[in-house]
């Protein structure tokens, strides 16, 4: 079973920069690995869970609108690891970040416990 553990989350004033980090255990091989898109997500209170960014096991990206020029998205499929660089961060990008796994051919999603991202003075 695939787990995902989220990391890097924290406190920073507008403008400021931050770095999120995903890193999946269990039962992963190379060949499943390429089974899964992986991104992430995020919910503010009182809001649904949006799309922020996914990365393609081919590294392909896709990224929301509001996100787009200032974070940046990566994969490691040696380490089964993605992460998330976020910069010029504002504050409506607080909120809690989570880190999910795709899987192409079945079409469920893993999910990390969420990590919690607050942008402000």
């Known amino acids: 079973q695939l787990q995902l553990a989220e990391s890097g989350g924290g406190s920073v004033q507008p403008g400021g920069s931050l770095r999120l980090s995903c890193a999946a255990s269990g039962t992963i091989s190379r060949l499943i690995s390429r089974l899964y898109v992986m991104g992430w997500y995020r919910q503010a209170p009182g809001k649904e869970r949006e799309l922020v960014a996914t990365v393609s096991d081919d590294l392909s990206t896709n990224y929301a609108d509001s996100v787009k020029g200032r974070f940046t998205i990566s994969r490691d499929n040696a380490k089964n690891t993605v992460a998330l660089q976020m910069n010029s961060l504002k504050p409506e990008d607080t909120a809690v970040y989570y880190c999910?796994?795709?899987?192409?051919?079945?079409?469920?999603?893993?999910w990390g416990q969420g990590t919690q991202v607050t942008v402000s003075l």
């Open positions: 999910n796994a795709r899987n192409i051919v079945r079409g469920d999603n893993i």
